[in-house]
């Protein structure tokens, strides 16, 4: 099997990773008050831990309540 047979799955993944990673830099960026830790902490997290992992641990435990 050659990278072409898993094209039509990467693809998709691909795009919704760098979806989610672009709408939680965009709610850090937005917003000044986070349940835990910092603006910086936050952005090094959600880059560093891009693969699905750091945006999620943004919305679970950083992201402040509306």
Same mark, same amino acid.
């Given at each position: 099997?050659?990278?072409?047979?898993?094209?039509?799955?990467?693809?998709?993944? !691909?795009? *919704?990773?760098?979806?989610?990673?672009?709408?939680? =830099?965009?709610?850090? $960026?937005?917003?000044?008050?986070?349940?835990?830790?910092?603006?910086?902490?936050?952005?090094?997290? !959600?880059? *560093?831990?891009?693969?699905?992992?750091?945006?999620? =641990?943004?919305?679970? $435990?950083?992201?402040?309540?509306?």
């Amino acid at each position: 099997m050659n990278i072409q047979d898993y094209l039509p799955f990467l693809i998709p993944l !691909a795009v *919704v990773q760098l979806a989610l990673l672009a709408y939680t =830099l965009w709610h850090i $960026f937005t917003h000044d008050h986070y349940k835990r830790g910092s603006r910086v902490l936050w952005v090094l997290v !959600a880059i *560093v831990g891009m693969e699905f992992i750091g945006p999620i =641990l943004y919305f679970a $435990f950083g992201k402040e309540e509306a």
